[in-house]
């Protein structure tokens, strides 16, 4: 556990030896990347920011940008309108970033919300909260992989459930297409395990890069309404129930913010960065050396050691293999 004003004070240590210089967002546009994004700006340091989004969030995004700018007038925020539920389209914005830049220092991730409404498929073929947790994510970094391997400190952070993975997976339908087979929690539980085998053997093969699987626990960010019909029953439920509990027991947006950005930034998860000197993070191996992250909402490394070892067994080579069939035709 990191306490926040131990966070804060590694935060205060960002200057523009240590920020990102090229930072890639995918799912800033709300939440927790949008808290992020203001937090690094607000370091007033030098750094480019892309912010990726759909269509019709360009609005809200360009008044975003016009507040960061205010802000930090020495942060640049690009904006590529991308639909990011898709593959062909995340391998677009993609080529669109590769064209323009030779680095990238940080790629953060957070698409997506809790598959608790029906099964939805995007043109593709594939569930929709499955694309945006998993594979547009997974792409995005197979895409930039040459760009983050190009500088001292680069770091993938992917906000969703680490340390929460379960064995009860199905391998046998890794993506839940059977009839019948569709459920919010399966679903969730199937997602976080396929990114945290996906994202470690990545860091296995990147050592350089850090590689960080984030649950952020409960942050109030309208999250949880989405996916569902808002004239639902259950869309109901969650605002008059769910919602007001999550918000009593949720960090709030500041705090939030900066556990995320010292995730992005700190030395404590794999050595390079801002400088820490409390006790280093321990990986998903269970070593203190680089590799993937599994960081709870305290900013403390959770192995999941035994999960993880039966996954590794039994389940990884298998999703990586399901997920290399799945990403072919967009690498
Ligand atoms: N907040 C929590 O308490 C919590 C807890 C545990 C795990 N998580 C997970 O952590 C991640 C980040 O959470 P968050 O609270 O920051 O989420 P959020 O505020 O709801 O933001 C999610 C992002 O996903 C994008 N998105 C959602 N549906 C989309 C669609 N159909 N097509 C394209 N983009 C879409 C949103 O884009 P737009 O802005 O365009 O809508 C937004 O940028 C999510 O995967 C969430 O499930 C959150």
New binding site residues.
């Given amino acids: 556990m990191v306490s926040f004003t131990e966070i804060k004070a590694s935060n205060a240590l960002i200057n523009g030896a240590t920020a990102p210089r090229v930072a890639v967002f995918v799912?800033?546009?709300?939440?927790?990347?949008?808290l992020t994004i203001r937090a690094l700006v607000e370091t007033g340091t030098s750094t480019r920011i892309y912010l990726i989004?759909?269509k019709?969030?360009e609005e809200?995004a360009q008044t975003f940008i016009q507040e960061l700018s205010a802000i930090n007038p020495k942060a640049e925020i690009v904006w590529i309108e991308g639909?990011?539920?898709l593959l062909a389209e995340t391998k677009r914005v993609c080529q669109v970033i590769k064209s323009k830049e030779s680095r990238v220092d940080l790629l953060f991730l957070?698409?997506?919300?809790?598959p608790f409404g029906p099964r939805v498929e995007t043109t593709e073929g594939i569930e929709?909260v499955q694309s945006?947790?998993y594979y547009t994510r997974i792409l995005f970094v197979y895409h930039l992989l040459s760009l983050l391997n190009k500088v001292e400190a680069p770091r993938v952070v992917s906000?969703?459930?680490g340390g929460l993975e379960k064995t009860a997976i199905d391998l046998d339908d890794l993506d839940l297409k059977k009839p019948g087979n569709f459920g919010g929690i399966k679903a969730q539980m199937q997602y976080m395990a396929m990114n945290t085998t996906t994202l470690e053997k990545l860091a296995s093969e990147n050592p350089d890069i850090t590689f960080i699987h984030s649950?952020?626990?409960?942050?109030?960010?309208?999250?949880?309404r989405?996916?569902r019909d808002p004239n639902s029953w259950m869309a109901w439920i969650v605002r008059v129930f769910l919602e007001p509990i999550?918000t009593l027991f949720?960090f709030n947006d500041e705090e939030s913010a900066q556990r995320h950005l010292f995730q992005s930034t700190s030395a404590a998860f794999g050595g390079r960065g801002v400088p820490w000197k409390g006790t280093p993070g321990v990986n998903s191996l269970q070593q203190q050396a680089n590799g993937l992250f599994l960081v709870n909402y305290k900013c403390g490394c959770t192995p999941n050691a035994k999960a993880m070892a039966i996954l590794r067994e039994k389940a990884q080579e298998k999703i990586w293999d399901h997920t290399q069939e799945v990403l072919r035709p967009y690498l």
């Fill in positions: 799912g800033g546009t709300s939440g927790i990347g949008k989004g759909r019709s969030s809200n639909e990011v539920s957070t698409t997506g919300y809790a929709i945006l947790e906000v969703l459930g649950w952020p626990g409960w942050v109030s960010t309208g999250n949880v989405r996916g999550i949720s």
